[in-house]
């Protein structure tokens, strides 16, 4: 296993063959540092897990990649182009999505209503009037998302009827509209019983071969069971990065998850 990627003043070779790289990443809020000198690079079609305690700085990571926050220092690219400074609505048009850890649908609309509208909204033809037809293109894409996530058969049915499984699920499904190059997903098994993160596992690792993610997850069984490699935070720094394997077993990420913390 790989011990902490970076210290000060460390630097990842960078390349036009990575999805996305992250070099030198830092956040200051004040006088409170949530990212430190972060360093990671994530293949095309890769699928990473980022774990770590809370206030361990994953979700002020996600927002560093969107958009959302702009890093105090360092650089993002997503598949070779600088987007460091580029606002959120330029890197999901470049294709870059991400889920929440709270629902952001159309609680009004059915599933596919909801996933229609996430297809438009990634489309050029965002802005038209236009009432869809069953033939319309979009509204086809949109029903085999549907499926995608195992929600077929809940099609017509209203979000608010959904359970709250089912709602995590056609979160995904609108992440994946408009064919996105990389994912990033945010706790999506947070509150889900034992069958329906079995139900997450399938459909994640169901999802197209091309399309990789980083997924942010407290439950470290789905985590493990649905990436290719861990990046273990503690303190807004990285002080691990492994196989799933390697990490499960060590001591150090034992500790970390037991309370024991990490010197």
């Known amino acids: 296993m790989t011990d902490a990627l970076v210290q000060k003043g460390s630097s990842v070779q960078g390349g036009a063959g990575y999805a996305l790289e992250l070099r030198n990443i830092s956040k200051k809020f004040g006088a409170l540092e949530a990212l430190s000198e972060v360093n990671i690079v994530v293949r095309p079609g890769e699928r990473r897990a980022v774990l770590g305690s809370n206030g361990a700085g994953k979700t002020t990571l996600f927002n560093c990649i ?37 629902s952001l649908l159309f609680n009004g609309l059915t599933v596919l209503d909801n996933v229609y509208l996430a297809c438009r909204g990634v489309s050029r033809g965002r802005f038209s009037f236009k009432r869809p037809s069953k033939s319309d293109a979009l509204m086809q894409a949109a029903e085999e998302l549907v499926a995608t996530v195992h929600l077929t058969g809940a099609l017509n049915t209203s979000v608010s009827d959904l359970s709250y499984g089912q709602q995590r699920q056609l979160e995904i499904a609108m992440a994946l509209a408009g064919a996105p190059r990389f994912i990033l997903f945010d706790e999506p098994a947070a509150g889900l019983s034992p069958t329906e993160r079995a139900e997450l596992v399938k459909i994640l690792t169901g999802l197209p071969g091309h399309v990789g993610y980083i997924i942010i997850e407290h439950d470290m069984d789905v985590a493990l069971r649905v990436s290719e490699m861990v990046t273990m935070m503690h ?22 998850y037991l309370g024991g913390g990490h010197e």
């Open 66 to 102: 969107t958009g959302d926050f702009l890093p105090t220092s360092g650089a993002i690219r997503f598949f070779g182009e600088d987007v460091t400074v580029f606002p959120a609505q330029e890197r999901i048009r470049r294709g870059l999505r991400r889920t929440y850890q709270i």
């Open 235 to 256: 303190n807004g720094r990285i002080f691990k990065e492994g196989k799933p394997a390697e990490i499960e077993d060590d001591p150090e990420v034992q500790a970390l």
